[in-house]
Each structure stands twice: as structure tokens, then as C-alpha cells.
């Protein structure tokens, strides 16, 4: 099936198998390593992206599901090299840990304080539930978005966004000089 997707404000138009999941598509054909396969059942949310500006696992999702949609990554967060928010958080609160989980629980986070620009460490351990980490490191997790909602208050820094709007959009034909 040929579909035509953003993602990180690149657009692609690119034939797939009825039954590829996204973040195959997404790892294998467009290169975004940064959204990792963990356990393939929609279980550890390591596999988490935006579409369409809301987070969702995208070993949940069918590639073809997202034609016509905006896709954001891991990678698709920081802009003019500086690190997103609550990427920045998460490293200035020891969040990382091994880092296999780190994508999904940024990218959930994100979703989290768009909806919740304050929440209290309950509502962001709700927030979470659906992401697992394997160092079962969540203290510093949970510090880091809530130090990530405070910086993102408006004065104290950019503003909460979802980060779905594209960055510049583009075919894929426009980007075929190694420009993925």
C-alpha cells in the first residue's frame, strides 16, 4: 500500500505491507533508531511516538494507519541543537538510566504535560503507567518531569507544545541526497 507520512517534519511517500507496523516502518525504512522495539505486545511503551500530536505506541499502530498523519520521534524533538525540555530534564535529573526506555518515556512525557502542564508526582505516575522501566529507576523519571513542567511554565522557557507541527515539510524525492 503506498502511503505518504511525515515524520519529523519530513514528509515520505513510501509503499508498505498492509500489516507493517509503525515502528518497523519507522526503524527500518526512515532509520529513526531512536524509537526502540522493546517487547512487541504494546506492554513497555519504549516504543512511543506522537501522531498527530498525541502520543501512541507505535507497535500498536500499522504504518498505513498513519498515512496522511504527522509522526514525531525521539529524534524529531530537539531543534537548532538544543535539546527539548523535558529531554533536557531527564539528563539534568539522572532520568536516563540505561536508556533503553528513555525515547518512549520522553515522548509520553511530553504528551503528559500538554495535557497536565502541572502535575503532582501521582498524576505523573499515572501519566507513565503504560511505560516501563527496566532499571525501575522512576524517582528520578518522575523528577525530571516535574522539573520539566516547571521550566516549561510559561516565563520560565518555551512553551509546552506537542511538538506535531512540522519543521519543514518536504517529499522524500526532495531529501534523496542523503538527507534523512
Known amino acids: 500500500m503506498r502511503i505518504t507520512?511525515?515524520?519529523?517534519g519530513i514528509e515520505y511517500a513510501d509503499d508498505v505491507e498492509p500489516r507493517q507496523l509503525l515502528?518497523?516502518?519507522?526503524?527500518?525504512?526512515?532509520?529513526?533508531?531512536?524509537?526502540v522495539v522493546g517487547c512487541d505486545t504494546s506492554n513497555?511503551?519504549?516504543?512511543?511516538?506522537?501522531?498527530?500530536?498525541?502520543s501512541v505506541k507505535s507497535c500498536s499502530v500499522l504504518a498505513v494507519q498513519a498515512h496522511g498523519s504527522?509522526?514525531?520521534?525521539?529524534?524529531?524533538?530537539?531543534?537548532?541543537?538544543?535539546?527539548?525540555?523535558?529531554?533536557?530534564?531527564?539528563?539534568d535529573n539522572?532520568?536516563?538510566?540505561?536508556?533503553?526506555?528513555?525515547?518512549?518515556?520522553?515522548?509520553?512525557?511530553?504528551?503528559?504535560?500538554?495535557?497536565?502542564?502541572?502535575?503532582?508526582e501521582a498524576a505523573v505516575r499515572h501519566g507513565l503507567e503504560g511505560n516501563l522501566c527496566r532499571c525501575t529507576g522512576y524517582q528520578n523519571i518522575?523528577?525530571?518531569?516535574?522539573?520539566?513542567a516547571h521550566q516549561m511554565r510559561?516565563?520560565?522557557?518555551?512553551?509546552?507544545?506537542?511538538?506535531?507541527?512540522?519543521?519543514?515539510?518536504?517529499?522524500k524525492s526532495q531529501v534523496s541526497g542523503g538527507e534523512r
Open 5 to 8: 507520512v511525515t515524520v519529523d
Open 23 to 35: 515502528v518497523h516502518y519507522l526503524r527500518d525504512k526512515l532509520g529513526k533508531v531512536g524509537t
Open 44 to 54: 513497555c511503551g519504549s516504543c512511543t511516538v506522537h501522531l498527530d500530536g498525541h
Open 70 to 91: 504527522e509522526v514525531t520521534t525521539i529524534e524529531g524533538l530537539a531543534r537548532d541543537g538544543k535539546l527539548h525540555p523535558v529531554q533536557q530534564a531527564f539528563h
Open 94 to 120: 539522572h532520568a536516563l538510566q540505561c536508556g533503553f526506555c528513555t525515547p518512549g518515556m520522553i515522548m509520553q512525557a511530553i504528551d503528559l504535560l500538554a495535557d497536565n502542564p502541572d502535575p503532582d
Open 142 to 148: 518522575v523528577k525530571a518531569v516535574r522539573d520539566a
Open 154 to 171: 510559561p516565563g520560565a522557557g518555551p512553551d509546552v507544545e506537542r511538538v506535531s507541527e512540522p519543521h519543514v515539510s518536504r517529499t
